[in-house]
């Protein structure tokens, strides 16, 4: 298994882990450790073997915190009619993430759907690709919320070097190379490109584009059924069935630290709001955000954000 291979690979637990708190030298020693360990992990999971998706396959490649879940669940309901979910985890029952084995996984109906973190040029080719941008600031944001259950830090380790340890690591980099790759690629046929504030801001409209795109039938009831299931008060509602049942407790525990005390859930239940990023990361670190987009994406294309 990926996560007892990255556990060996990963640094020891220091002796004070367990601690209710830990000082700033100990919060920036534990998020470099633990964000290493999910780099580690992710590289694991990146490893695609042969597999070879078919041309009705959707694959999803977004950078993390940037519409997985939501567009998983808009692509996985379009297949289903519209119906009411009944899985218990989105994860482990209806989208399969692309790794080795994957394409042996039997899925509840068709289009399959996969879901990769793989950069671009890794993402292998021959199905139907969607990607999905989002404004770095608010990933980074979201990000912070997200990995502080999913790597028990429980509110030890405050958001600016949370904030700092992501951009460390690589996390901000690898999504402006993501829009920059698939931004070349937007004219291809076999890629459909979305916008998180699109997503929220034209709802039914990104539906109907999704399900074209996946050469699914749906009839205007249908994508009225899609798009009520796909809202966030809806996903909010059968929040349980978007968590990470095991993944975190099987992530602390082998991080040598508690389990934590609630699951990771992949849908918030205060929504992820556009522009929280910009209001909430300190200063300093909204430039060095702000410096990764002009040396990645400006000098490129000549876009100043993402609205333009």
């Not at 949370?162 to 996390?171: A, P, V």
Request: aromatic letters at 10%; a neutral charge.
């Amino acid at each position: 298994m990926a996560l007892e291979a990255v556990k060996r690979d990963a640094p020891p637990a220091p002796e004070w882990v367990r601690a209710e708190e830990w000082t700033p030298e100990q919060q920036k020693r534990e998020a470099e450790r633990r964000f290493l360990f999910m780099k580690l992990l992710y590289a694991r999971e990146l490893e695609t073997g042969r597999f070879a998706p078919r041309p009705s396959d959707v694959i999803i490649a977004t950078a993390p915190k940037s519409g997985t879940t939501w567009v998983s669940h808009i692509c996985h309901q379009i297949r289903m009619g519209g119906s009411q979910p009944d899985f218990e985890s989105q994860t482990d029952d209806v989208v399969v993430y692309m790794m080795p084995g994957a394409d042996a996984k039997l899925q509840p109906a068709d289009p399959r759907i996969f879901v990769t973190r793989a950069p671009g040029p890794l993402v292998p080719r021959g199905g139907k690709v969607i990607t999905c941008f989002r404004e770095p600031k608010d990933i980074v944001f979201s990000a912070c919320k997200f990995y502080d259950t999913l790597l028990a830090f429980k509110g030890r380790v405050s958001i600016e070097i949370l904030s700092w340890s992501l951009i460390d690591m690589g996390r901000v980099k690898e999504a402006l190379e993501s829009i920059v790759y698939w931004w070349e690629r937007r004219h291809d046929k076999d890629v459909l490109l979305l916008f998180f504030d699109d997503l929220k801001e034209d709802h039914i409209g990104c539906v109907r584009r999704i399900a074209s795109f996946m050469a699914v039938d749906c009839s205007e009831e249908v994508i009225a059924k899609v798009v009520h299931t796909t809202t966030h008060a809806e996903m909010a509602r059968h929040h349980s069935i978007f968590v990470s049942k095991v993944y975190c407790s099987q992530i602390a525990t082998a991080l040598g630290d508690i389990a934590p005390p609630k699951q990771t859930g992949r849908v918030r239940k205060d929504g992820g709001n556009s522009g929280e990023g910009e209001r909430s990361l300190p200063g300093e670190l909204k430039q060095q955000i702000e410096k990764e987009w002009k040396e990645l994406v400006w000098a490129k294309f000549g876009f100043k954000d993402l609205n333009e």
